[in-house]
């Protein structure tokens, strides 16, 4: 039986933040800019806060034009929406990249926090290439409640780190690289081979994934403190 919020080709959730603490999000590829139009209405009506991911430019600018009250990051390709109640404060995130080209995906898990409530940290361009760029910001790194690696290459910079602190670690591959890197197959490999203790890896260039997962982690310590 179809539901009040089924649109025939999408079925929006109303309710995920209810069930799992995480407000709804919107993979933006493979949408026309009708369907992500009409879709994003339907939580707008509902005032359920929505995010958007991979958006294009071509997407965004459809809907700035239908006045959809939407802000667009063209760096991380994230939707957000203004309407809906923000979310609660929750623990702090650093996240990491081991160069300038892995920045749009590490932008992405750094507006994802920040839309879920973390409040975030960046370190960026302290690749394994000059250590010292990662020694002499060890102790600020430290002070976050879960840490986010994101690097392309090799892919060594997660394990690097995963090895200086106690926080848990959660590394994201990313495409950047030359042929050998095969698109973020090699530095995935690497991620999921390192020895370093208390790495989490996932997909290639997921940074949303990434930031979600952190959120989960610093939202069920504070509730863990709380309870104590």
């Known amino acids: 039986m179809a539901t009040d919020n089924e649109l025939g080709?999408?079925?929006?959730?109303f309710t995920r933040r209810q069930r799992t603490g995480m407000s709804e999000t919107v993979f933006?590829?493979?949408?026309?800019?009708?369907?992500?139009?009409l879709i994003l209405r339907r939580f707008r009506e509902a005032d359920v806060r929505v995010l958007g991911t991979k958006c294009s430019q071509e997407q965004a600018e459809h809907l700035r034009r239908c006045a959809l009250p939407v802000v667009y990051d063209p760096i991380s390709r994230l939707l957000y929406s203004l309407w809906g109640e923000p979310a609660k404060p929750c623990g702090r995130i650093a996240v990491c990249t081991g160069g300038t080209a892995d920045v749009p995906v590490a932008e992405e898990a750094v507006g994802t926090a920040m839309f879920l409530g973390a409040g975030v940290d960046r370190f960026f361009d302290i690749g394994v290439a000059g250590l010292h760029r990662i020694l002499s910001n060890i102790e600020d790194i430290r002070r976050a409640d879960v840490v986010i690696a994101v690097a392309g290459m090799e892919g060594a910079l997660g394990s690097?780190?995963?090895?200086?602190?106690e926080a848990p670690l959660i590394a994201v591959p990313t495409s950047v690289g030359y042929g050998a890197g095969f698109g973020g197959?090699?530095?995935?490999?690497?991620?999921?081979?390192?020895c370093a203790e208390g790495m989490t890896v996932v997909n290639i260039d997921n940074?949303?994934?990434?930031?979600?997962?952190?959120?989960?982690?610093?939202?069920?310590?504070?509730?863990?403190?709380?309870?104590?």
């Open 9 to 13: 080709f999408s079925k929006p959730d």
């Open 28 to 37: 933006c590829p493979g949408k026309t800019v009708r369907q992500l139009e």
């Open 160 to 165: 690097v780190l995963a090895g200086l602190i």
């Open 185 to 194: 197959i090699a530095p995935l490999l690497a991620m999921l081979n390192s």
């Open 207 to 228: 940074g949303f994934g990434a930031a979600v997962s952190a959120c989960r982690m610093v939202r069920k310590m504070k509730a863990e403190t709380t309870h104590d």
